[in-house]
């Protein structure tokens, strides 16, 4: 939740200028980079998991 409110926070003076569409798109983006970044680090850990055998 507080990364969250960081982001909020990082974007609220953007608002006025963007549209409710364009926040929604950057909104969609770092979610995209999130999964992503949970997968890699998820394959990480099996392969670790691998090395241990």
């Known amino acids: ?10 974007y609220s003076p ?5 549209s409710g569409a ?3 798109i950057i909104l969609y983006a770092i979610s995209i980079n999130i999964a992503v ?10 392969y670790k ?4 055998y």
């Open 37 to 46: 970044l949970y997968i890699c680090y998820t394959r990480y850990q099996m």
């Open 22 to 24: 364009n926040l929604i």
């Open 14 to 18: 953007l608002y006025d200028e963007l």
């Open 49 to 52: 998991e691998l090395q241990n």
């Open 1 to 10: 939740m507080s990364e969250l409110s960081v982001v909020y926070a990082f």
